[in-house]
């Protein structure tokens, strides 16, 4: 059985005035096996971001229904981790703090708390600035932490809505592999969203293709590059003929829909 | 000048100091240059005697002791009941939509309007002066705390329901802390109308307080005493506003811009 299946899933979002109603996503069916990694690409607007705020349970399907281990999805909850485009780090709290903020919903104790926080700091490279407040650290580093925060929680799934969107090409292709690295290491089931066609290779097992809006799955293709990827691996030939097909994908959506 | 370009912290420090010793000397030419008739308004040097002897003479330390109570006293009462209710509307909005348009009305209720009927009501003692107070500051409070409550980014919210936050720990833990800086912004802020409040409720039907003073000494055309009692009432405010800045920067050092 799969981890997460999405049955049939679609946005309507209601008429304003005298206007129709949108439709932001047509239903959609997915099936995300355990541990896979599997990336969403599509063009901005194609409601992939909408997809995943379903998965996440922060927006209600219009239609369909999301099961994660076979039960059904009714609101958000810890059991899906989320990390969001913005920087979302509460800024009133530290870097530990705020990697420990799920541990201490669940009413871990505190030791026990800074121990796991501390280990997750550690693996995505932010030793040394426990201490800090968000605003003291640079984006890239906002986003270690928020990955760190969603991953403490130890969560069946792990969402990510474009979370290196914000950042410069260095800084996000670091952030790749740091993210990778992790997968590689811990085994979790991840659903990444991106408009980034590189991005979307070089993490994924699994590359999904969305349609421009109303979004719909064009295509899905498996990405069977070895693991570890370093990050050469973009410039083998391999990669380079996956780019140039999904890129093609992508234009013609991008084109047809301007 | 250049648009927008900051000065040193001395250069700062020397241009505020710098306009109090001009509207100082200014006042003095006015006065001691007999351009202006003493009986209007009193020099510098008249209104130090006048002050002088009002602390030494008249026991005035305990009218400022008595204002300042009052303005504290009414505005940790008005505090006290606009905290919890302005939380809970901004937090919940069937709550802000059942008071809001109530209290936005109240707020444009001018306190000073009141004290006819709060004498009738509470007589010239304490509790009136405190109602003044409350009247002046309680509805304001409430509409800016629901706001600054009410203004918490959505993504943190969605951070925190995805981290396994209830509804409960949403306003506990992402919704107070992220407006308690603007709350403790606010309550400066209104502490300081509180206190143009407080005086007025002294002019009428009061026998103690700065504002009692003040009224007394124009009877007397004694501008000396009113002029110190106003720069007293100023002095208290920005020692005031001083703490409570230097207090929030304390509280909330992630909040420093």
Redesign the interface.
Known sequence: MSKLSIEAVGKLFPARGAAEPTRALTPTTLAIADNDFITILGPSGCGKSTLLRIV???ETASEGRVLLDGQPVT????D???V?Q?Y?L????TIIENIA??LR??GVSERERLEVARKWAERVGLKGFENH???QLSGGMQQRT?IA??LA?DPKIL?LDEPFGALDNQTRALMQEMLLGIWEREQKTVMFVTHDVEEAIFMASRVVVMSARPGRIKADIAVDLPHPRPYTIKTSAAFVALKERLVEEIRVEVVGAH | MKPLQPVTAQARVTYGIGFFVLFVAAWAVATLGGFVPKLFLASPITMVEEGWSLMTKHGFAFDIAITIWRVVGGFILAAALALPLGILMGAYKPVEAFFEPFVSFARYLPASAFIPLLILWAGIGETQKLLVIFIGSFFQLVLMIAVAVGGV?R??V?????????DG?VVT??LL??A?PEIAEILRMVLGWAWTYVIVAELIGSSSGIGHMITDSQALLNTGQIIFGIIIIGLIGLISDFLFKWANQHL????AK
């Open positions: 996440a349970g922060l609101g958000p909850g810890a899906r981790g989320m969001f913005s979302t509460f800024p009133w709290l903020f799920g919903e669940r407040y968000p605003k928020a925060r969603a929680n969402l | 980014r993504d943190l969605d951070a925190a329901y995805t981290l396994g936050s209830s720990s833990r992402v802390p992220n308690a909330f050092p992630w909040a």
